[in-house]
């Protein structure tokens, strides 16, 4: 899983048709002191009302498709919560600092 922003609602036109219902959000990923970084992710979202400017996690690769109701989709990564704070120990704050 990864941390993410929502930066941008791409509109698809033509899609596959198990996608249908699916939004399409450009994500740039954010690191654990929630910074972003320079690294962008295309992910899909189906049920969770997702928007442009919320924090979200990010599954990616075949654990994608276990998300419910994501199955069925040609999708490499997926949306799978909205977040709604963070709160990391300070004795976890090396991790940050790299």
Do not use: H, W
């Not at 002191?33 to 690294?39: I, L, M, R």
């Not at 979200?56 to 419910?68: C, D, E, F, H, P």
């Not at 989709?73 to 120990?89: E, F, H, L, Q, R």
């Amino acid at each position: 899983m990864q941390l993410g922003k929502v930066k941008k609602e791409l509109v698809c036109t033509v899609k596959d048709p198990a996608m249908k219902s699916a939004k399409i959000f450009l994500v740039k990923i954010l690191n654990l002191a929630e910074k972003e970084t320079k690294k962008y992710v295309v992910a899909v979202d189906k049920k969770l009302d997702i928007g442009v400017g919320d924090t979200v996690l990010v599954v990616g690769g075949s654990s994608a498709r276990k998300i419910v109701s994501y199955s069925d989709m040609p999708i490499n990564s997926g949306i799978s919560a909205k977040v709604d704070s963070i709160y990391i120990d300070k004795k976890y704050k090396f991790l940050m600092d790299k």
